[in-house]
């Protein structure tokens, strides 16, 4: 803990001078514990709310077909981030994660509570939540998603002027932990352009259109029109802030209440398969 707390006093200091975060290979950019340093976050009530409860940021939505996040302030051009999940409330047909390289046209450092209307729509083999953002006076948002469900599925989406766009579908994964109450470490490394992503230690592949403007399809284990990648490749390098994200589907309902903790990013290094599992 004392660790976490040090290097927020040095993150403190060093966003007052840079725009991006950076460092070498490997050293610690930024920490966050939530028993303190709230100020950090994007924090408020509501429907859909974020709040620290138990040292925890909690994310609550109560509809279906809504979620909610939270957004810290610093900016990271190339990151390794992993945070520490857990649903604790609703139904297990929900989505949870990672939100990253999150830039506004025209506020980037916008304090508004954010809050994002989603739109729902059928895929296999998990109903998957189009994700779309709305701050204050409705500036245009782009943003990356990795999300998780608590029934065992993982996906990739996009947000991209003003247009949400499924990047992988949902799949499903052993070595996500299901249920409420389980413990889910969720990680992203992005490297210029090339984003690799990690539940519970383990890479998890990605199903890439073979057209990228086609959506991505999985369906009875395999990848429709597509290949499975150990990474995604944007087209061009990218600086925003880090967010954590709760969500609700048609089916499952609302109520979800999902709790983050040990947000730390590093700069990144080479990555290693077997300490990745530790």
Known sequence: MGALVAANL????????SHALTGQAGE?????SFSGFADD?????????ARIADEQLELSVSAPQTATWSASKPHFAN??????????TGPIDNAFGLVFHLRNDEATDCELPAVLLCGVEDLLPLVGAAIRQTLGDQQSTEYYAFLISSDGYYSLWQTKASRTKLLSA???SDDIRQGLDEENTIRVIAEGPH??????GARHALCLP?????ASTFAAGECIDGSMQDSYVADTNTVGR?????????????GVVVRFDNVIVFSPAAIDEKEARL
């Open 10 to 17: 040095v993150y403190s200091a060093l966003t007052r001078r």
């Open 79 to 88: 990151f390794d981030v992993s945070v520490k999940t857990i649903a604790s």
């Open 41 to 49: 976050w994007d924090l408020y009530q509501g429907q859909q709310s």
């Open 170 to 172: 949902w799949i499903a």
């Open 210 to 214: 073979d057209d990228p403007r086609a």
């Open 195 to 200: 984003y690799s992503f990690f539940v519970n």
């Open 242 to 254: 880090l967010g954590l994200i709760a969500q609700s589907t048609a089916s499952g309902g609302g």
């Open 28 to 32: 610690l950019l930024y920490a966050a």
